[in-house]
C-alpha cells in the first residue's frame, strides 16, 4: 500500500496525494478488480469496495463535488469502467442499500450520453464537463472512447440493443471526425472551435485499447458480424506501432518514452493497453495468438524493469531497458507492470459474465442525474460538470505478489 493514502486519519477513501489525479484512481480500483479475477486472491477487496463506493457522488454516477475543477468525462468513464469490470468479473457485490457495480456504470453512461453534443463537430462528447475548465472546447477520443466502450459492454452485459446503438453512434462518429483514420490509428483530439478539423496527431496506448475492447464486445454482441470483426482487426494490426522491433513486442509510449517527456498521467496508459487487450481476447478469441505474444514478451520485459529504487523492486515505464532501471516510479509505473504481467493469466479465468450467465450485480437502466429516461437512447442533452483529485491504490505489494508468483517469466 506505498502510494495509498485513503486509509490515513484524516484522508479521504479512495483518494491518492499529488501529483495524481482522480482519474487514476479509477484506474487503479480497475487494476485491483482484475487482480481478484486473475488470483481470486481477496486481500484488497474491503479496500476497493470502500474507495469505490466513497467516490460516487450525490447521485450515485461519479460526479463528486469536490472534483468539480477538473474531472472531464474521460475521468468520469475510467471509474465507470472499473464499475464495469467488477460487474463482469463477479467482483464481490456491495452490500444491500449502497450502489450496485452495474448501476454505477449505467449512471456513468446515461450521464454521458445526455452530454453527447451536436452543436460542434456534428456530435461527439467534449473533453472537460463544466464550461469552466480548460479543455472544454477540446473532443478527444479517450473520452467518446470511455463512452464507447461502456456502450458495447453494457449491451453485451444487459443485451438492451439501445447501448449498442449509441456505441454504433460513438464509433462512426469518432470515423467521420478523422480521429480514427482509415488505417485504424486513433489521434488525440480536435478542437470545437475549429469545428474539429484541427486533428492533433499524437498517439496514445489507451485509446487503441479502449476501441479495441469495445469493438470485440460488439463482434461478440452481433453474433460475429464481419463488420466488427474487421473493425476489431484492423485496431490490433494498427496497435503495431506501440511494440518495438527491437526487443520484439514490447509494449512502447511512442508519444513519449523515447524522448522522456512523459508525465504522471502518461506512466500509466501502458496498463490500459494490456488490459483490455487481453479482455478482448475473450469476445474475439481469434486474436488470442497475437495479443499474447506481445503481452507475454511486454510482462517479461516489465518485470526485469522493476529492478530500482531503495528497495530494488520498484518498476520503471521504459521496459525496452531491460533490468537497467530507468530511474522513474510511482503509481502508473507500478500499475503497468502489475497488468501486464497478470494479463498471462487471462487462460485461466471464465469469460466475463452477463445477466443470462450468472451476473448478479444489480443495475438500474435510469441511474445517473443524466438518466430519467430509461433508455438510454433518449438521453440526448447537453450538460456539464468536472473535476479531479487524487484517489487510487496501486499497491507495490500486490505487484511485487504478482511478481513473485509469475518468477517463471524471466527465469
Given at each position: ?108 453512461f446515461n450521464d454521458q450520453a ?109 453474433n460475429g458480424s464481419t463488420i ?184
Amino acid at each position: 500500500m506505498t502510494y495509498y493514502t485513503g486509509n490515513n486519519t484524516g484522508d479521504v477513501p479512495g483518494n491518492l496525494p499529488a501529483p495524481y489525479y482522480w482519474w487514476e484512481a479509477g484506474a487503479m480500483f480497475g487494476a485491483l478488480i482484475d487482480y481478484y479475477y486473475y488470483t481470486n486472491d481477496s486481500t484488497y477487496n474491503s479496500v476497493v469496495t470502500e474507495g469505490m463506493l466513497w467516490q460516487v457522488g450525490p447521485d450515485n454516477d461519479y460526479m463528486t463535488p469536490n472534483q468539480t475543477k477538473t474531472e472531464g468525462n474521460d475521468d468520469q468513464g475510467f471509474w465507470g469502467m472499473a464499475a464495469m469490470a467488477a460487474a463482469e468479473q463477479k467482483f464481490p457485490d456491495p452490500p444491500n442499500g449502497k450502489p450496485q457495480w452495474l448501476a454505477l456504470a449505467q449512471a456513468v453512461f446515461n450521464d454521458q450520453a445526455s452530454r453527447w453534443d451536436t452543436q460542434y463537430c456534428n456530435g461527439g462528447l467534449r473533453w472537460q464537463i463544466f464550461t469552466f475548465n480548460t479543455g472544454y472546447d477540446y473532443k478527444n477520443s479517450i473520452s467518446n472512447g470511455c463512452f464507447f466502450n461502456l456502450g458495447a459492454r453494457l449491451a453485451m452485459y444487459t443485451g438492451n440493443d439501445s447501448y449498442a446503438q449509441w456505441a454504433e453512434k460513438a464509433y462512426d462518429w469518432i470515423a467521420s471526425t478523422n480521429l480514427m483514420d482509415s488505417t485504424y490509428h486513433f489521434y488525440d483530439g480536435a478542437h470545437t472551435t475549429l469545428n474539429c478539423s484541427d486533428i492533433n496527431r499524437v498517439q496514445w496506448t489507451y485509446n487503441a485499447g479502449v476501441f479495441l475492447l469495445g469493438a470485440a464486445n460488439m463482434y461478440n454482441y452481433t453474433n460475429g458480424s464481419t463488420i466488427w470483426k474487421e473493425r476489431v482487426l484492423g485496431i490490433l494490426n494498427a496497435s503495431e506501432v506501440f511494440f518495438t522491433t527491437n526487443p520484439p513486442n514490447v509494449m512502447y509510449e511512442v508519444a513519449c518514452e523515447g524522448p522522456s517527456t512523459c508525465d504522471t498521467d502518461n506512466y500509466s496508459f501502458k496498463a490500459y493497453l494490456a488490459r483490455w487487450m487481453v479482455a478482448s481476447t475473450k469476445y474475439a478469441p481469434f486474436i488470442y495468438e497475437t495479443v499474447m505474444t506481445k503481452i507475454a514478451a511486454s510482462a517479461q520485459a516489465a518485470a526485469a524493469q522493476c529492478s530500482g529504487g531503495s528497495n530494488g523492486q520498484m518498476c520503471g515505464m521504459k521496459w525496452t531497458n531491460g533490468a537497467q532501471w530507468d530511474g522513474t516510479q510511482g503509481v502508473g509505473q507500478q500499475m503497468g507492470a502489475l497488468e501486464v504481467i497478470q494479463a498471462n493469466l487471462i487462460n485461466n479465468v471464465a469469460v466475463p459474465v452477463t445477466n443470462k450467465t450468472g451476473g448478479t450485480s444489480k443495475g438500474d437502466p435510469g441511474a445517473g442525474s443524466g438518466g430519467a429516461n430509461t433508455n438510454p437512447t433518449l438521453s440526448q442533452s447537453t450538460i456539464g460538470t468536472s473535476d479531479r483529485a487524487g484517489a487510487g491504490i496501486l499497491t507495490t505489494l500486490v505487484l511485487i505478489s504478482v511478481i513473485g508468483g509469475a518468477w517463471w517469466m524471466i527465469a
